[in-house]
């Protein structure tokens, strides 16, 4: 399995308030910082990157929080919910827990056979916890008021909106190694059995929905794990012999991608697994500090003058 797509790497999304979303997914979700960085393409803005203990692949979730951003709406040509796995029996915490700190939340619910619990960001930002068919075993992380009997383990899954599934579909199964697993009505279940978890993506087909307006509380992209670049630049070949356009490989500092959009509109990027984020500073450590890529450090003080205060 070692030159397959190993489920989700990382989800990048959307926000307005860097303070705002630091609280919630930190102190409210219970996720651990792992890094806080800048848009290497937009170095005036924050990313910010959560996660478990070390920034295990699967459970990483960006973002890049633009203060006064627009609402954005989720909707066709996106990827509009993410999936967390949680321990069987942690729903009564969490439904507690959002009540105390004001959490949009739903009615627990099912979905191909799984319990799920839905909720939403500050910025609207479509969530769900989800209770696995498969005991998830992977170590949480966990702070003093979210414990591990009750802490998100990483993704389940990533729901992807469309007016028209097929081609989408296509690129799943052809490309990606994914296998369609379950169908109810509209919505198409596909995962792959090259890891155990983080290794789901759901297809919603509605052709009468709007197209999705990007902003706050929307997904940016969404990418798939490969081991290393041999293996990146594999599914390079491929993808590009396929017919679309891929970009070159990026360095990303903790990881290396390409991106390429797919036929329904979802933006993909595949990412390395190496070299993780240890590369500039200790497991112990992270998440601590401003990390800025090396072309950036020469204007630091310029940079965190335009930053906002996260503390």
Do not use: C
């Amino acid at each position: 399995m070692a030159d397959s797509i190993l489920g989700l790497h990382h989800i990048t999304a959307i926000a307005d308030s860097a303070k705002s979303n630091l609280d919630f997914y930190t102190k409210t979700l219970g996720l651990r910082l792992l890094k806080k960085t800048v848009n290497f393409d937009d170095p005036g803005t924050y990313h910010l990157y959560y996660g478990d203990e070390a920034g295990s692949p699967g459970t990483i979730l960006t973002f890049f929080p633009y203060k006064g951003a627009r609402r954005g709406k989720a909707g066709a040509g996106m990827a509009t919910h993410i999936g967390y796995a949680v321990p069987e029996g942690s729903f009564g915490f969490w439904m507690k827990r959002f009540d105390e700190h004001k959490v949009s939340y739903g009615r627990p619910s099912e979905k191909f056979g799984e319990q799920y619990l839905p909720f939403q960001d500050p910025d609207g930002l479509l969530l769900e916890l989800v209770i696995p068919k498969n005991a998830d075993n992977r170590r949480p992380w966990e702070t003093d008021e979210v414990k591990a009997a009750v802490a998100t383990k990483g993704f389940h899954s990533v729901t992807l909106t469309l007016q028209k599934a097929e081609k989408t579909a296509a690129i799943l199964t052809d490309i990606l190694g994914y296998t369609l697993q379950d169908q109810t009505g509209n919505s198409y279940r596909y995962s792959t059995d090259a890891v155990e978890s983080a290794n789901i993506i759901d297809i919603v087909e509605n052709p009468n929905i709007g197209r999705g307006e990007g902003g706050a509380g929307t997904n940016h992209h969404i990418a798939f794990r490969v081991k290393d670049e041999e293996v990146l630049m594999h599914f390079r070949e491929i993808i590009a012999g396929k017919g679309f356009n891929i970009t070159e490989k990026i360095d990303r500092n903790y990881f290396y991608s390409l991106y390429f959009r797919e036929p329904g509109g979802v933006l993909f990027e595949i990412a390395t697994d190496n070299p993780g984020f240890a590369i500039d500073e200790s497991v112990e450590d992270l998440g601590k500090k401003l990390l800025l890529p090396p072309q950036y450090e020469p204007h630091r003080a310029k940079i965190e003058a335009v930053l906002p205060r996260l503390d």
